[in-house]
C-alpha cells in the first residue's frame, strides 16, 4: 500500500485548509486511515481516523469541532478538512494506513506517506 498526503501550506489563524491522502495498492480502500500529526520535539499523535466503511471517526480531542476527516474509496482518498485553524495545529501531517480499528498509536499503522507541512500564523 502507498499513500501520498498533500494539500498543506501556510494559512493564517482561523483560516481552513484539506489534507488529501491517495492511497493506491492492493486492497488500500479496505484499511483504515489515520492522519497524524508531530510538531518539532514531540512525539507523533494521532489527530483523526477512518476505517474502511467510513463510519465512527475518531478525533483527538483538540481538534473535535475543526477538523473533519472523510473518504471516497472509489477514488481511494482520505481528506482531512481543517477549519479554525490555531497556531497549536502547527506540525507536519501524515496519512498512515494498517488493518486496525481503533488503533491510535503509530506502530499499528505499517504504511506511511510523506509528511505535508501545515503552518499557522498568528
Known amino acids: 500500500v502507498q499513500l501520498q498526503a498533500s494539500g498543506g501550506g501556510l494559512v493564517q489563524a482561523g483560516g481552513s485548509l484539506r489534507l488529501s491522502c491517495a492511497t493506491s495498492g492492493r486492497a488500500s480502500s479496505s484499511y483504515t486511515v489515520g492522519w497524524f500529526r508531530q510538531a518539532p520535539g514531540t512525539k507523533r499523535e494521532l489527530v483523526a481516523r477512518i476505517d474502511r466503511t467510513g463510519g465512527t471517526p475518531y478525533y483527538t480531542d483538540s481538534v473535535k469541532g475543526r477538523f473533519t476527516i472523510s473518504r471516497d474509496n472509489a477514488h481511494n482518498t482520505v481528506y482531512l478538512q481543517m477549519n479554525s485553524l490555531n497556531p497549536e495545529d502547527t506540525a507536519v501531517y501524515y496519512c498512515?494506513?494498517?488493518?486496525?480499528?481503533?488503533?491510535?498509536?503509530?506502530?499499528?499503522?505499517?504504511?506511511w506517506g510523506q509528511g505535508t507541512q501545515v503552518t499557522v500564523s498568528s
Open positions: 498512515a494506513a494498517g488493518n486496525v480499528r481503533v488503533a491510535t498509536l503509530p506502530s499499528f499503522y505499517p504504511y
